[in-house]
């Protein structure tokens, strides 16, 4: 995620790590999207005490974390009410080893996962597209992904699944959340 508003990933890290949360960087990336992505109403606060009970035990945060997450859960909104075309997960950047990059895909996923179980409970009367893409998110959350050398290959195989995970949460943002971010008025003018 290359956005202005936000700081890198490193200094995300580095405030939740200070602040002795239970999260990392694309961890809580990851949570917030599978709130904004699972239904979760956009337009309030109500993210806010789950992701408390994810991350810190349901105690509330720090007034500067609370406000980087807040940013962050914005910027999330935001990205995917745009078509989705600027949502990105937030990971390191490329310059990073790829094995630290997969490990922070695989903690975006396991987040996101969490946050869209707390928020979807009719997951089971979704299509068989949402279904299979949360199964498959689910599988990409637990690889252990050892790359034997950083070549081209590897790059672009880890280019597809995070590809792969943006247009998944995409998928069910437009299933559960675009309705309700955009009501669609049924009246012919």
């Given at each position: 995620?290359?956005?202005?508003?936000?700081?890198?990933?490193?200094?995300?890290?580095?405030?939740?790590?200070?602040?002795?949360?239970?999260?990392?960087?694309?961890?809580?990336?990851?949570?917030?999207?599978?709130?904004?992505?699972?239904?979760?109403?956009?337009?309030?606060?109500?993210?806010?005490?789950?992701?408390?009970?994810?991350?810190?035990?349901?105690?509330?945060?720090?007034?500067?974390?609370?406000?980087?997450?807040?940013?962050?859960?914005?910027?999330?909104?935001?990205?995917?009410?745009?078509?989705?075309?600027?949502?990105?997960?937030?990971?390191?950047?490329?310059?990073?080893?790829?094995?630290?990059?997969?490990?922070?895909?695989?903690?975006?996923?396991?987040?996101?996962?969490?946050?869209?179980?707390?928020?979807?409970?009719?997951?089971?009367?979704?299509?068989?597209?949402?279904?299979?893409?949360?199964?498959?998110?689910?599988?990409?959350?637990?690889?252990?992904l050892d790359f034997e050398q950083e070549d081209e290959e590897s790059e672009i195989a880890f280019a597809e699944i995070v590809e792969y995970l943006r247009v998944s949460a995409m998928l069910c943002f437009n299933t559960f959340s675009r309705n309700m971010?955009?009501?669609?008025?049924?009246?012919?003018?």
């Open positions: 995620m290359n956005s202005a508003v936000l700081p890198s990933f490193e200094k995300i890290s580095q405030a939740l790590e200070g602040a002795e949360l239970f999260t990392n960087a694309a961890e809580t990336h990851g949570v917030l999207s599978g709130f904004v992505c699972g239904g979760i109403a956009l337009d309030d606060k109500s993210w806010q005490p789950l992701f408390n009970d994810v991350v810190n035990e349901g105690m509330a945060l720090p007034q500067p974390i609370k406000k980087l997450v807040a940013d962050i859960y914005a910027e999330v909104v935001k990205q995917c009410a745009d078509d989705g075309l600027g949502f990105n997960l937030l990971l390191p950047d490329d310059e990073k080893p790829l094995d630290e990059r997969a490990e922070a895909m695989a903690q975006w996923a396991q987040g996101f996962l969490v946050g869209f179980g707390m928020v979807q409970q009719a997951l089971n009367q979704a299509s068989e597209d949402v279904q299979e893409v949360i199964r498959d998110i689910r599988d990409i959350s637990q690889l252990s971010a955009t009501p669609i008025s049924n009246t012919l003018h």
